[in-house]
Structures are given as C-alpha cells and as structure tokens.
C-alpha cells in the first residue's frame, strides 16, 4: 500500500522528469569558471535515502532544515513533504542549479494534488544562492550536507561553522566525519545514493 508519504515524494519526482541536474551542474561550473574545483562535483541523494537518514534525526514540528550545497534542490523539496518544518532551506553556489531549485519550489507550492492530499501542510522553502562558508546558517536544527569531494581544508572550515548551530541540532554528513568535542555521534550508516552506497554519520550537537 502506498503511503500518503511516498505519494508526496512522487509529486517532487515528476518535477524533474526530464530535467538532467548533472548536465546543468557541469554546464554551470563552465559558465562560472569553476571547472577546477572538486568540491563543486555534482552527486544525488535519492528519494529513499532522504527518507532513512531524516528517520533516523527524527524532525520534530516546527524545526528548520537546512542542505549545504543543495544542487537541484530535491532534498529540500522531499524534507518539505515528509516533515512539518518551520523552514526548508538550501544553500547552493552555481546560480544554474539555484535558479532550477527556485522554480521547482514554486511549481511544488502550486501543486493542487500536493494541497489535496497535505491540506494543513504550509511549505516554507527558501534557496539560497551564495557559498555557504559566507552563509549564516545558525538557526538550522537538522543539517545535511554531501561532504564527499570536500577538500580537508574547506570541511575544517564548514565544521567551524557547526559550531554556532544550537544545542540539540543534528549534522548528517555524507562521508567524511566531524572531530568537535562539542558534537556527538549518534548513528552510522550505508545509505544508496545516486552512485551507490555511500557512508553517512549522524551528530547532535551537546554543549
């Protein structure tokens, strides 16, 4: 039996049928002169995935999410329909990616099949365009970010910035693993992502 969740998700996926996020990541990294920077490579999240790792953080209502380097923007739009946030936020450089991110929210916020089956669901989604090291991200609760291609010395500075989250905030990192005696590891897993399984650690920030 289908849930109403898998539905919600569903709606999110027909968004992007025949859009290639891939292509448009790679052409705008061409555009802006980015082609060097691997921390700019370009991989998903997929539907089930989001679904495991946000199970495992347990959102409460009202809190805000936040997707460091959010790409196309499809976990935020499936964090939007599978939790009641205060606020969904994605934080992406590449202005191409950005600006496909802002017009599927918009398409989502307009859907009458999605108001039809979350009638008291009151999206907010917000995107972000900017480097994150220069975003101000503090009022996150649960956090997500793919740390794969990050250089050592760009996730030093990403986990410098965890520190203003507040006490009680969850960090789900793909890959790489946060050394802060102010975060505790709560959870580990193999979660199948786009390319295939891919490590992700979960934390919770406690003091």
Known sequence: ?????????QLV????????PF???????????RMDEPSLTYGELTDQSIAEILEVV???PGEIFYDLGSGAG????????????????GIELLTGLYELSL???????????LAKLLPDLHLKIEFINENFLDSNFSEANVVL?????????LWTKITEKFLTLP???????LTKSIYLPEFEQIHAGSYLMTWGMNSVNFYKKVR
Request: with cysteine; glycine share 4%; aromatic share 8%.
């Open 1 to 9: 039996m289908v849930s109403t969740a898998d539905y919600c998700v």
């Open 23 to 33: 292509s448009l990541s790679i052409a705008a990294r061409e555009r802006e002169g």
């Open 145 to 153: 970010t793919n740390a794969t291609a990050y250089s050592p010395e």
């Open 103 to 113: 017009q599927q929210a918009e398409r989502l916020k307009l859907s009458a099949e």
């Open 58 to 60: 347990k959102p409460q």
């Open 74 to 89: 499809k976990p935020v739009l499936w964090a939007s329909v599978l939790y009641p946030w205060r606020k969904c936020c």
């Open 13 to 20: 996926n027909e968004l992007y049928e025949g859009i290639n």
């Open 167 to 173: 006490l009680g905030a969850r960090v789900m990192v």
